[in-house]
């Protein structure tokens, strides 16, 4: 699944590619995954020309002239190819340029391709929490998100309302990174820790965008990205730095790699 660092990449790909063309037409084979009855929603998508392409956690965002936009969110993952020809494999939609160019999306299980008329709100990514690449979003900032919450820190790291982009891959070296057990409870969290988690988590961000992205993930020339070292995540049975084995233990509905010695 992407998470925000692949996401950011594909942004800035797109708004480097498709900025300054218009949308030829689109065709949807999946109408579950746009928000408007096909033809009104091809009609509003056509013709509009595109000012600049955005990201805020794993939402995609192309904003047109008109101050309408396109929302995209890949789900469970899938890609989405920048090309001349649509690919061979199953896809769910195509959008082609006036370049002659086409994005086609081609999700795993399921995505969203959503119209968003100037103004208009749009629920699921009005609801999104800060996105710590793109967001101005200093360490008092950070801190204070966790201003008298409880629970489990890893479903709040996890929860998109609050920090947008996080998701099941980078979670488990952030936490390990940061020294911090998968199963600690915010309220018993030193408050320090917060801050580092804080570096933590840009750190790993900024790694994974300088590499383009989980080397598991494509990019829209269907390129993979290079970043591959993980420190505990996937590596249950293997062995930490410090000579501990690593242990994966069930952590609410996900799973947590991690070490217990490093993370106690
Ligand atoms: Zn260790």
């Keep these: 699944m992407p998470e925000l660092p692949e996401i950011y990449n594909i942004s800035k790909q797109l708004d480097h590619e498709i900025v300054g063309l218009s949308i030829e037409s689109i065709l949807i084979h999946q109408e579950k995954c746009i928000n408007y009855p096909l033809v009104e929603f091809s009609n509003l998508v056509s013709s509009q020309m595109i000012q600049r392409v955005s990201s805020i956690g794993k939402w995609l ?3 047109f002239e008109s101050g309408d936009k396109l929302l995209i969110n890949l789900g469970m993952g899938g890609d989405l190819l920048y090309a001349l020809q649509p690919p061979t494999k199953k896809h769910q ?33 009005d609801e999104l929490g800060i996105d710590m690449i793109r967001t101005e979003c200093n360490k008092n900032d950070f801190v204070q998100l966790f201003d008298g919450k409880k629970g489990s820190l890893k479903t709040f790291l996890l929860n998109q309302k609050n920090i947008a982009g996080i998701g099941n891959y980078y979670i488990h070296d952030i936490l390990y990174d940061a020294k911090i057990n998968p199963t600690i409870k915010i309220n018993n969290l030193k408050p320090e820790k917060l801050g580092v988690l804080y570096d933590s988590i840009l750190n790993e961000f900024n790694t994974a965008i300088s590499l383009r992205g989980a080397h598991y993930e494509v990019d829209i020339y269907n390129k993979p990205g290079e970043f591959k070292v993980s420190k505990v995540a996937y590596r249950d049975g293997q062995i930490c730095q410090c000579g501990t084995t690593i242990l994966k233990i069930k952590t609410g509905a996900t799973s947590s790699y991690f070490c217990p010695t490093c993370q106690k």
């Design 93 to 125: 939609a195509v959008i082609y340029f006036s370049n002659k160019m086409l994005l086609s999306f081609r999700f795993w299980w399921f995505g969203y391709i959503h119209f968003v008329k100037k103004n208009e709100p749009h629920t699921m990514t």
């Design 61 to 63: 965002k192309i904003h």
